[in-house]
């Protein structure tokens, strides 16, 4: 038996003329936390898709919980939680009952599934409204409540699609919570995010992709550190930042960019420097696709 929850060999897949996925590698050992990071459209749902079964992919491999994404479908599907895609929820039922529902579907006792819907619940803030039909939801109860489905049941790989998209930020906590929670009991997590600060707080390792391949993956602090240096930070009068210059961090390249700013920085620039941020690292990983866009 392997220990990484998820293996993937060169997978590739296109829509139509479109390679969406050219040659994807990434290991992910089992209950850890993977963010995978991208820009709009880099393929980050499709590679969830086809890591759930739900898509299949035109070449390479890929196994989840030992088991490969093509040939054992079945037993892939009862190794992972899919975020709202398993989960159908019936408008007309209050979160309690479809919580509860899930459970009895999912082969819990009657009470087991009480207690699990009352434990996600109040995990999920939803307690006060847990008899109100789901019909007349707000978009982020209704986001919470399909969060809390697809966690009725422990299953030992959780995907999940931008799970903190469109949450206060107290829901976005306590989620964080428990992902930490599902982690620390050997659950491995396989997430999306829009949010550099998600991965950062929460993440063992951090993949990013762009034109269809893993073009980093590694620590936060193994990530902010590929960009070496220091990154000097220009300010207007209003303090809001102009101009972000990334330095080797060595004396004779802050001096050169001094020199540079001398003759064009406007009156009242102040610089600071600091750290590189995980937001440095995304961009400069990114840059080039992005570049080819403008
Ligand atoms: N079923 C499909 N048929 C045709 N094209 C598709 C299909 N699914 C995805 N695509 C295309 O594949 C590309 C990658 O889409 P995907 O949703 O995987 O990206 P993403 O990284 O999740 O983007 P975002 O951050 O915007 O959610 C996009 O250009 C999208 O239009």
Same mark, same amino acid.
């Given at each position: 038996m392997s220990s990484y929850a998820i293996e993937i060999s060169a997978l590739q897949k296109k829509f139509g003329q479109q390679t969406v996925l050219n040659? !994807?590698?990434?290991?992910?050992?089992?209950?850890?936390? !993977?963010?995978?990071?991208?820009?709009?459209?880099?393929?980050?749902?499709?590679?969830?898709?086809?890591?759930?079964?739900?898509v299949a992919p035109d070449g390479g491999s890929a196994k989840v919980a030992g088991y490969d994404v093509v040939r054992d479908k079945e037993k892939v599907k009862l190794s992972i939680s899919l975020t709202g895609q398993f989960a159908a929820v019936d408008e007309?039922?209050?979160?309690?009952?479809?919580?509860? $529902?899930?459970?009895?579907?999912?082969?819990?006792?009657? $009470?087991?599934?009480?207690?699990?819907?009352?434990?996600?619940?109040?995990?999920?803030?939803?307690?006060?409204?847990?008899? +109100?039909?789901? +019909?007349?939801?707000?978009?982020?109860?209704?986001?919470?409540?399909?969060?809390?489905?697809?966690?009725?049941?422990?299953?030992?790989?959780?995907?999940?699609?931008e799970p903190t998209t469109g949450l206060d930020t107290r829901s976005r906590r306590a989620l964080w919570d428990i992902i930490l929670d599902l982690s620390a009991d050997g659950v491995t997590v396989f997430l999306t995010t829009q949010y550099l600060e998600e991965a950062d707080q929460l993440a063992d390792t951090i993949a990013v992709i762009s034109d269809g391949r893993i073009v980093a993956h590694g620590t936060p602090v193994e990530m902010k550190s590929r960009i070496g240096g220091e990154v000097v930070e220009l300010r207007n009068t209003h303090d809001d930042v102009i101009r972000e210059i990334p330095t080797g961090g060595s004396i004779a390249d802050l001096k050169e960019i001094l020199d540079g700013l001398v003759q064009t920085a406007g009156e009242g620039t102040r610089i600071s420097i600091r750290r590189p941020s995980l937001d440095d690292v995304f961009l400069a990983l990114t840059a080039t696709e992005k570049e080819a866009a403008l």
């Open positions: 040659g !994807v590698d990434l290991k992910v050992p089992e209950g850890k936390i !993977v963010a995978l990071l991208g820009p709009n459209g880099a393929g980050k749902t499709t590679l969830i898709n086809i890591l759930s079964t739900l007309s039922l209050s979160s309690e009952e479809n919580l509860r $529902m899930m459970g009895r579907l999912s082969g819990l006792s009657r $009470m087991a599934a009480r207690a699990r819907a009352s434990e996600l619940l109040e995990y999920f803030n939803l307690t006060e409204v847990a008899r +109100k039909r789901v +019909k007349t939801f707000s978009g982020g109860m209704r986001r919470r409540l399909d969060l809390a489905l697809s966690l009725v049941v422990r299953r030992p790989i959780l995907f999940l699609d």
